[in-house]
């Protein structure tokens, strides 16, 4: 299985920054695209933040310009730097990882989770 270690969440105030960190191993043939999801207490879960095999980069439109991700390919992690928290920020984040791995013969492509982490911005 394809297994994913978050770190990097914990509780700042309002203003501050965290950084995510999220790394994938195993049977992995090809990385197609990572990226950070967040859960609110009561919400639904939305998309954070993404970033393609190739570099191309998507945002929420709430995080626009103050977080910024990144991936290293060679370590297979993905990185997710928050800047100017605030605390509608808060939330669990959830790593997630579109993997191409093998089954028997055929690849098979498809999203993993990350068991994820807490953030916690106070005002």
């Known amino acids: 299985q394809v297994q994913l270690v978050e770190s990097g969440g914990g509780l700042v105030q309002a203003g501050g920054s965290l950084e995510l960190s999220c790394a994938a191993s195993g049977s992995i043939f090809s990385i197609n695209a990572m990226g950070w999801y967040r859960q609110a207490p009561g919400e639904q879960r939305e998309l954070v933040a993404t970033v393609t095999d190739t570099g191309s980069t998507n945002y929420a439109d709430s995080v626009k310009g103050r977080f910024t991700i990144s991936r290293d390919n060679a370590k297979s992690t993905v990185y997710l730097q928050m800047n100017s928290l605030k605390p509608e920020d808060t939330g669990v984040y959830y790593c997630?990882?579109?993997?191409?791995?093998?089954?028997?013969?055929?690849?098979?492509?498809?999203?993993?989770w990350g068991q994820g982490t807490q953030v916690t911005v106070s005002s």
């Open positions: 997630n990882v579109d993997a191409t791995t093998w089954q028997k013969i055929t690849p098979m492509r498809r999203g993993y």
